[in-house]
Every structure is written in structure tokens, then in C-alpha cells.
């Protein structure tokens, strides 16, 4: 990790999502019985966007839920991992990272698969994106879809500074995001 000192400057609670996927990634399959995959659809609450884990959480608000037979091959999955297994394919020892920045988010649509590398770069772009609010002081908060918004109304030929101030962000935060100097994995 070449940006270690920055991550003090996030809150903890941000810094253990960042960093909670780089353990998550496991060579086992995901496999559920017909009563875990029940159990699974029971266990979400789905809204407009996220859908929500209602069952076991770990403290930092990822889902986890028993996968596999219990007789001799049960194991404790996290449910994000489940739901991409379950939904699009087993993520094996690939990390599953959500889009959405909520850890307890199991919609597939918020899922994608990424390297550690891909989630050095989020982290660090979202370091550099919370040292700059730390010197202006302000508390916005970047998201994946935000970040895809501003680049959008960039080709829509909006100017950075009002890209900006639609997101409270300054200029050279502004100008960074559209040149993909940040959040340059989406
Ligand atoms: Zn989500």
C-alpha cells in the first residue's frame, strides 16, 4: 500500500469498507442448498437501488450468511459474495466490490468484479477525495454514480465549475474526477 499515511485522514468506518473486500476474495465455490437459497431471497429488502441484507451483519455492515452442506462442507460467505455466485457467476478468488459504497448492499446491479489493484484505486481516490474536503471543509460524499454523472454532464458540455458546485466539489477535484485522475477504475 504505497498511500498508507492517508488513510488516516478517512474515518475508520469508511476505511474498513475500503478495505474489508481485499479479505473477502476465496477460492471456494459458493454453492446453497434449496433451503439456504430460500433463506437468501428472504433476507433481502429491496428498494429502488440497494437491496438491502436484513439477515447477519459483521460490524462493519457486511452481510454473511452459511453456504454449503452442512454436513461437511457449510462455511460462512459473505451475502454480496453470495448474491454475485447467485446471480451472475462465482466470483472464486476475484474480489466483489459494490459500486454503491453500502456494505450490506447484495444488489447484483452494485456488484463488479476487481482486482486488488482496481481496489488500491478506489481507496486512494477516495483518500485524494476526502483530503481535499478535509482542507476545504466541506462533506460531500463521491459515489460511483455521482462520478459517472459528473463525466456525463462533462460530455454534455457543462464546465467543471458548475459540475462543481452541483457536487460541492472544488475545481481541481472537479477537474480531476473528469480526467479520470481519480476514480479512474470506472
Ligand atoms: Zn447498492
Known amino acids: 500500500m504505497k498511500d498508507a499515511n492517508s488513510i488516516h485522514t478517512i474515518n ?16 471456494r465455490e459458493i454453492a446453497l442448498t434449496e433451503k439456504q437459497k430460500i433463506l437468501f431471497w428472504k433476507n ?11 439477515g447477519h451483519r459483521n460490524k462493519l455492515g457486511y452481510g454473511r450468511m452459511q453456504v ?13 459474495r453470495v448474491s454475485y455466485a447467485v446471480n451472475i457467476e462465482q466470483p472464486f478468488s476475484l474480489l466483489v466490490l459494490h459500486k454503491c459504497d453500502n456494505p450490506s448492499c447484495v444488489n447484483p446491479a452494485h456488484l463488479f468484479i476487481g482486482t486488488q489493484e482496481a481496489n488500491m484505486h478506489d481507496m486512494d481516490s477516495k483518500n485524494r477525495r476526502v483530503h481535499a474536503h478535509g482542507e476545504k471543509g466541506g462533506a460531500a460524499k463521491m459515489t460511483n454514480e455521482k462520478v459517472l454523472e459528473m463525466r456525463a454532464l ?14 460541492g466539489l472544488g475545481f481541481t477535484a472537479t477537474d480531476k474526477i473528469i480526467k ?7
Open 68 to 80: 454449503g452442506d452442512w454436513r461437511n462442507n457449510a462455511w460462512i460467505a459473505y451475502a454480496h
Open 12 to 27: 475508520m468506518n469508511q476505511a474498513a469498507k475500503n478495505i474489508g473486500p481485499i479479505a473477502h476474495a476465496s477460492n
Open 180 to 186: 479520470r485522475e481519480t476514480w479512474k477504475h470506472i
Open 154 to 167: 462533462h460530455a454534455n458540455g457543462k464546465t467543471r465549475a458548475e459540475i462543481g458546485r452541483l457536487f
Open 44 to 54: 433481502i429488502e429491496k428498494t429502488d437501488g440497494c437491496w438491502l441484507w436484513r
